[in-house]
């Protein structure tokens, strides 16, 4: 089996609980990962809403240098880096290029809460992006890293997606993506994205990447709940922009999808279940198509 997970906080996780990536008791490791004929994986390094201006820097850039030890010698994964929290550019969209320099290749802007860039999912009824947050995005497609809407509020998302239609009009490589969200119309809660959403998503050319999350998924947040939601997403258009975002070590999960390693029962239950015609897509081919120019 092959695999393309698009967002896990497992390097965050092991410098919080002194772990190692190559083999630890969360739900990542590369000893795991290292069973999937091909794996690809975006690595988030978690920046906390509590860190604000040079102390979120300065976390980042450890994170960075946690990341690029551990994965040294790592021949088994294709690792993509993202920040999650746009908070560690202290409101100056100017740093997107050094996040660029040090390889960072998708950029959550905001976590629940508020920083200099805009309001996340807990803040609403709010307004979206602010002009610093606004000109990051702008910034992002003009340095190859991806904006991901994942964590901002209802109207941050429909911003970000304004700001790539009028970029594609301006005759830019503009895409958007959400790495690990699910559907509101399934399951209400103020991190899932709304039908509307989900298409305007995938008429922009973007990728969504499916939250294990139980508290996301609803339901037990099984294999079943994650069957539920990616045939929604295949019934709004997403059969080519849908992919697995775990949330690995961000999360709590349902006993029967807590690992890496479990993702193989996961695609033998949707492909039972047919809800996809095409598990490969859903686990692989989509998120490698969308992501495979940034390995
Ligand atoms: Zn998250």
Same mark, same amino acid.
């Given at each position: 089996?092959?695999?393309?997970?698009?967002?896990?906080?497992?390097?965050?996780?092991?410098?919080?609980?002194?772990?190692?990536?190559?083999?630890?008791?969360?739900?990542?490791?590369?000893?795991?990962?290292?069973?999937?004929?091909?794996?690809?994986?975006?690595?988030?390094?978690?920046?906390?809403?509590?860190?604000?201006?040079?102390?979120?820097?300065?976390?980042?850039?450890?994170?960075?240098?946690?990341?690029?030890?551990?994965?040294?010698?790592?021949?088994?994964?294709?690792?993509?880096?993202?920040?999650?929290? =746009?908070?560690?550019?202290?409101?100056?969209?100017?740093?997107?290029?050094?996040?660029?320099?040090?390889?960072?290749?998708?950029?959550?802007?905001?976590?629940?809460?508020?920083?200099?860039?805009?309001?996340?999912?807990?803040?609403?009824?709010?307004?979206?992006?602010?002009?610093?947050?606004?000109?990051?995005?702008?910034?992002?497609?003009?340095?190859?890293?991806?904006?991901?809407?994942?964590?901002?509020?209802?109207?941050?998302?429909?911003?970000?997606?304004?700001?790539?239609?009028?970029?594609?009009?301006?005759?830019?490589?503009?895409?958007?993506?959400?790495?690990?969200?699910?559907?509101?119309?399934?399951?209400?809660?103020?991190?899932?994205?709304?039908?509307?959403?989900?298409?305007?998503?995938?008429?922009?050319?973007?990728?969504?990447?499916?939250?294990?999350?139980?508290?996301?998924?609803?339901?037990?947040?099984?294999?079943?709940?994650?069957?539920?939601?990616?045939?929604?997403?295949?019934?709004? =258009?997403?059969?080519?922009?849908?992919?697995?975002?775990?949330?690995?070590?961000?999360?709590?999960?349902?006993?029967?999808?807590?690992?890496?390693?479990?993702?193989?029962?996961?695609?033998?239950?949707?492909?039972?279940? =047919?809800?996809?015609?095409?598990?490969?897509?859903?686990?692989?081919?989509?998120?490698?198509?969308?992501?495979?120019?940034?390995?």
């Amino acid at each position: 089996m092959r695999l393309f997970d698009l967002h896990c906080d497992t390097v965050t996780t092991c410098i919080k609980n002194s772990q190692h990536l190559a083999k630890n008791t969360l739900h990542l490791d590369l000893e795991r990962g290292a069973r999937y004929e091909a794996w690809g994986q975006v690595f988030a390094l978690f920046v906390p809403d509590t860190l604000q201006g040079e102390a979120a820097w300065q976390y980042y850039k450890q994170a960075l240098q946690f990341y690029r030890q551990e994965l040294a010698a790592a021949p088994n994964v294709h690792p993509v880096l993202a920040v999650e929290n =746009g908070t560690l550019l202290c409101g100056q969209p100017e740093r997107v290029a050094e996040l660029a320099a040090d390889g960072v290749r998708i950029l959550t802007l905001t976590w629940n809460g508020q920083n200099a860039l805009g309001f996340g999912a807990a803040c609403d009824p709010a307004p979206g992006l602010t002009p610093a947050g606004r000109e990051s995005v702008r910034m992002c497609w003009r340095h190859g890293i991806l904006p991901d809407v994942s964590h901002l509020n209802e109207a941050g998302v429909w911003e970000v997606d304004a700001l790539c239609a009028a970029a594609k009009a301006a005759g830019q490589d503009a895409r958007y993506i959400a790495s690990h969200s699910c559907c509101a119309a399934l399951h209400p809660h103020r991190r899932n994205l709304s039908d509307a959403q989900c298409r305007a998503l995938f008429a922009a050319g973007g990728l969504l990447g499916l939250n294990l999350y139980p508290e996301f998924l609803g339901g037990a947040g099984d294999a079943a709940d994650v069957a539920r939601h990616l045939e929604h997403l295949l019934a709004l =258009g997403g059969a080519k922009h849908t992919a697995l975002g775990s949330d690995f070590d961000g999360c709590t999960l349902h006993e029967s999808l807590a690992g890496i390693e479990k993702m193989t029962a996961l695609r033998d239950f949707l492909e039972a279940d =047919g809800c996809t015609p095409n598990p490969e897509d859903f686990f692989f081919v989509n998120a490698c198509n969308f992501l495979g120019n940034m390995l």
